[in-house]
T-cell receptor, first 115, second 118 residues
Framework: DGGITQSPKYLFRKEGQNVTLSCEQN?????MYWYRQDPGQGLRLIYY???????QKGDIAEGYSVSREKKESFPLTVTSAQKNPTAFYLC??????????????FGEGSRLTVL | AQSVTQLDSQVPVFEEAPVELRCNYS??????LFWYVQYPNQGLQLLLK??????LVESINGFEAEFNKSQTSFHLRKPSVHISDTAEYFC????????????????FGQGTILTVHP
């Protein structure tokens, strides 16, 4: 079955440590996205990538970094510069130029807790 | 720029009662509209979408939403809810301009937590 796989599902980190969240898709989608979800705040866009080797900052990119070396993969690193990293992180993809509606397909999410 | 307002943060309802989750949007261009559902500790799943054509769209599990352009609304309704409908619901909008810079960047509302009580 095609889909988006995020790992790990739960992650604990000590303050000052970087952590990388994995996102892999086998939908052959061009575009991939990272959102952060906090209670009562909806979803906020961190980074997105419409093609391999290119990505753009979203609304809350500070303290995060990404790479897009392969079409299928879009890992997110939460750096020690992110002041409040405890949150639920969602990866999503969309068909890109072949589908112009903006509809997103989501992974199951990764919950990061900083101790 | 587009924005989405979900008017209720929480909606409690008894099983088999009707429910309406309200969503209003603002945009200077034509839009595509979506409702997503999220169960606890899971990702978002598409519930239904309006792209064009009939303004009333339906999901396979009994939800429906109506696009009202004059009121800039896309309210979600279900005539009789079940315990299993308990979840958080997100309304989202994307600008319907092919190749535009806002392409693919859905704007989400704050979410409405629907709690169905027995």
């Amino acid at each position: 079955d095609g889909g988006i796989t995020q790992s790990p599902k739960y992650l604990f980190r000590k303050e000052g440590q970087n952590v990388t969240l994995s996102c892999e898709q086998n939908l052959n989608h061009d575009a991939m996205y990272w959102y952060r979800q906090d209670p009562g705040q909806g979803l906020r866009l961190i980074y997105y990538s419409q093609i391999v080797n290119d990505f753009q900052k979203g609304d809350i990119a500070e303290g995060y970094s990404v790479s897009r070396e392969k079409k299928e993969s879009f890992p997110l690193t939460v750096t020690s510069a992110q002041k409040n990293p405890t949150a639920f992180y969602l990866c999503a993809s969309s068909p890109g130029t072949s589908g112009i509606t903006g509809e997103l397909f989501f992974g199951e999410g990764s919950r990061l807790t900083v101790l | 720029a587009q924005s989405v307002t979900q008017l209720d943060s929480q909606v409690p309802v008894f099983e088999e009662a009707p429910v309406e989750l309200r969503c209003n949007y603002s945009s200077s261009v034509s839009v595509y509209l979506f409702w997503y559902v999220q169960y606890p500790n899971q990702g978002l799943q598409l519930l239904l979408k309006y792209l064009s054509g009939s303004t009333l769209v339906e999901s396979i599990n009994g939800f429906e939403a109506e696009f009202n352009k004059s009121q800039t609304s896309f309210h979600l309704r279900k005539p009789s809810v079940h315990i299993s409908d308990t979840a958080e619901y997100f309304c989202a909008v994307s600008a319907g301009v092919a190749g535009g810079t806002s392409y693919g960047k859905l704007t989400f509302g704050q979410g409405t937590i629907l709690t169905v009580h027995p």
